[in-house]
């Protein structure tokens, strides 16, 4: 018998029919299903950036593709997929997430590109690509670029070779001083004046289609000669702390070589604390040179990405010029004095130049093993070379020249063409009023740039000029423009 006044015992259990058993199995299922679904969709990789643009026009003949996927890819299941049409051979590499395809040869105006990923693409953990797998842009013509008015507030202009209005690029408030072409023709970096009279770098992509803040110059220093890698990950620049003038403006005291990572990053000296460096340039290959006024030679760097930089070879320069690098980076050619051997019989010469008892050739310097060739010396001795421009086939050299002699003397430099070891070398603009100087070749070579300066009448304002090899004939472009480069 149960204690008086115990509470009555029920059995807590409550019985399930079999349909509600089956029916809570199915949602606890149905929630572990959905769940695994939105962790496989969240893990699964996308292509969440491409350059070119989808839909872009005008885009530049030279530009590599480029994927950027979410996650670590299966590369060899990306790479067997990419599919281009037309068809055009090229070279494929990874950068961490990003598959990048570089055209043999520029693709062709005008016509629309489509690239796709075609057949079983997946990350590096096995699950498949999701989402968009086709993107088409369209490819420009070449066009020149170039900054207008000379006098006055400069911005950034384009121009074609088939007489189109120009196009302005920029429109900023006070000015742009120079600019650099990189990135294989899709990149431009431009140095905008600020309203205390310095600069910052902003970076044009022409592929991305945007423009943005690439560097703030830092308040008390000055930047300039503004130079992007031929790949585009890297801007190498100059950058001087000022120091109080004679006068109220501040003067550039001792001047560094930084280089930027284009990506994001810091800026990394790459020259020595001690070193007066100026002027980068790079090679094709991801060399860079410099120069050092210290020494009085361009230094040369094997890579940026060894800081701070191996020294492969230092290139003696007298007139503090760095010079420009051949289509293989095995060579520079630079202006440098060069001395008469022995006195000249005939005519002496009657420039103010001649008076100093030495001459600029055009000196090529090979590196690393630094055999030099005086390339100006195939003419004689008595010529004054200067603007050496090398062309992107590597088969020639532009140049201009004076002739020092009293028979041939010019009162501005011409432009001639010589081959790269300077034999061949003939005259192919003959306008002896005239200064010709900014050579710039097109991407194809075909086409030389070059800017104009009445030297008999100073007043007038510079001309840009386009020379046609295949031709002959000269064109202008622009009048009041200056320092012309091309986008292919």
């Known amino acids: ?36 679904l939105l962790a496989a969709c969240w893990a699964a990789p996308r292509v969440v950036t491409t350059i070119p643009t ?20 299966n590369r060899a299941s990306a790479e067997a997929a990419l599919s281009i049409e037309p068809a055009l051979a090229g070279s494929l590499r990874w950068i961490e997430n990003t598959l990048v395809f570089t055209p043999d040869l520029p693709w062709a105006a005008g016509k629309d590109v489509t690239f796709r990923l075609k057949g079983d693409v997946r990350s590096s953990r096995g699950l498949p690509l999701l989402g968009a797998r086709s993107w088409s842009f369209q490819v420009g013509t070449p066009r020149l670029l170039y900054l207008w008015p000379s006098a006055g507030q400069a ?17 900023t408030e006070h000015g742009i001083r120079e600019f650099t072409v990189g990135g294989f023709g899709t990149l431009v970096a431009y140095a905008v004046v600020r309203q205390d009279g310095q600069v910052d770098f902003r970076l044009l992509d022409f592929a991305a289609d945007n423009d943005r803040l690439l560097y703030a110059c830092p308040q008390g220093s000055q930047c300039g000669s503004p130079a992007l890698s031929m790949d585009g990950e890297h801007l190498a620049f100059e950058l001087a702390e000022s120091r109080p003038g004679p006068g109220a403006e501040p003067v550039k005291g001792m001047r560094s070589v930084y280089v930027l990572p284009v990506a994001g990053g810091d800026a990394v000296r790459v020259s020595q604390a001690d070193q007066m460096a100026t002027l980068p340039v790079w090679a094709p290959d991801g060399k860079l040179a410099y ?57 002496t010469p009657v420039s103010e130049e001649s008076e100093a008892a030495f001459y600029s050739h055009l000196m090529r310097a090979q590196v690393p093993s630094l055999s030099v060739t005086d390339l ?16 992107p086939d590597g088969q020639w050299l532009a140049f201009a020249r004076k002739y020092l ?18 034999t061949q070398a003939r ?62």
């Open 155 to 171: 911005d950034l202009y384009a121009a074609t070779l088939e007489g189109s209005e120009p196009e302005r690029l920029t429109e």
């Open 291 to 347: 120069y050092d006024g210290s020494l009085r030679a361009a230094v040369v760097l094997s890579s940026v990405d060894i800081p701070p930089g191996e020294v492969v070879a230092y290139v003696p320069n007298d007139l503090g010029l760095t010079g420009v690098w051949s289509a293989d980076s095995s060579f520079l050619v630079s202006p440098e004095i060069a001395f008469l051997s022995e006195p000249q019989a005939g005519p």
């Open 405 to 422: 002699d009293q028979a041939r003397w010019t009162l501005g430099r011409q432009l001639w063409l010589a081959r790269p070891d300077g």
């Open 376 to 391: 100006s010396a195939v003419s004689g001795d008595l010529v004054e070379d200067a603007s050496p421009a090398l062309s």
């Open 427 to 488: 005259l192919v603009v003959d306008e002896p009023a005239y200064n010709h100087s900014a050579f710039a070749w097109s991407a194809d070579s075909r086409h030389l740039a070059y800017m104009r300066l009445n030297q008999a009448d100073l007043g007038q304002p510079p001309e840009i000029h386009v020379f046609d090899l295949q031709t002959g004939a000269t064109r202008l472009i622009q009048e009041r423009g200056f320092y012309p480069q091309w986008l292919p």
């Open 1 to 36: 018998m149960g204690d008086v006044g115990s509470p009555p015992r029920y059995n807590a259990r409550v019985r399930l029919g079999p349909k509600r058993v089956v029916l809570s199995a199915l949602i606890v299922a149905g929630g572990l299903l959905a769940g695994l």
């Open 54 to 73: 989808p839909g872009g026009s005008s885009v530049p003949a030279t530009t590599p593709l480029r994927l950027t996927f979410s996650r670590p890819m």
